[in-house]
């Protein structure tokens, strides 16, 4: 079955930019939207954006103009990068696989996961 | 934006007994884009529900959600032991494609 893997620093400064890497095993990464999603500690889930295999993608307006998500078919992978980061962006980033079909027309939900990766920023 | 508001914030039930959460969205939601989703302390969420009321694989049939419009519930029937945990309702529309509820914790009395 579909497994999603997150990597990563667990440790970024202030003002740097977070990557993070999803790689995906058991699948393709084909024919699918994939999202990233945080959790701060304590607190709720806030999704931060996705990507289709093809490279489209989409952002949460609130974190739009720091973030970019890309995708590497060959390596079954995508990314997340979040630039001038500050200690508000600490939290669990997890990835997942967002069954968006029919150019959104239709919606099964984000039925794979990953375990998550903690991101503290910190100087 | 779409925003989704959970009750209660806090259940307190005991096992063997029916929870019923409420997600309610401050504008209409179409129910194909409805999603339930469960966490457990150091888990990833677990999807439980899309399109308002069909399960998702391998979820057990105690599990039940329905709704319409702006007022959206997951009922499970019979608590059992592993059901305590924390539930997010998420529903996909335009901008931002994505919004969770705050979530609601399922709490053992």
């Known amino acids: 079955q579909v497994q999603l893997q997150e990597s990563g620093p667990g440790l970024v400064k202030p003002s740097e930019t977070l990557s993070l890497t999803c790689t995906v095993s058991?699948?393709?990464?084909?024919?699918?939207?994939w999202s990233w999603i945080r959790q701060p500690p304590g607190k709720g889930l806030e999704w931060i954006g996705y990507?289709?295999?093809?490279?489209?993608?989409?952002?949460n307006p609130s974190l739009k103009s720091r973030v970019t998500i890309s995708v590497d078919t060959s390596k079954n992978q995508f990314s997340l990068k979040l630039s001038s980061v500050t200690a508000a962006d600490t939290a669990v980033y997890y990835c997942?696989?967002?069954?968006?079909f029919g150019a959104g027309y239709y919606y099964y939900g984000m039925d794979v996961w990953g375990q998550g990766t903690t991101v503290t920023v910190s100087s | 934006e779409i925003v989704l508001t959970q009750s209660p914030g806090t259940l307190s039930l005991s096992p063997g007994e029916r929870a019923t959460l409420s997600c309610r969205a401050s504008?209409?939601?179409?129910?194909?884009?409805l999603a339930w989703y469960q966490q457990k302390p150091g888990q990833a969420p677990r999807l439980l529900i899309y399109?308002?009321?069909s399960r998702a694989t391998g979820i057990p049939d105690r599990f039940s959600g329905s709704g319409s419009g702006t007022d959206f519930t997951l009922t499970i029937s019979r608590l059992e032991p592993e059901d305590f945990a924390v539930y997010y309702c998420?529903?996909?529309?335009?901008?931002?494609?994505?919004?969770f509820g705050q979530g609601t914790k399922l709490e053992i009395k």
């Open positions: 998420q529903q996909y529309g335009s901008s931002p494609p994505h919004t």
């Open positions: 058991g699948g393709s990464i084909s024919s699918y939207y």
């Open positions: 990507i289709y295999y093809s490279g489209s993608t989409n952002y």
């Open positions: 997942a696989r967002d069954r968006v």
């Open positions: 399109g308002a009321s």
């Open positions: 504008q209409s939601v179409s129910s194909s884009y």
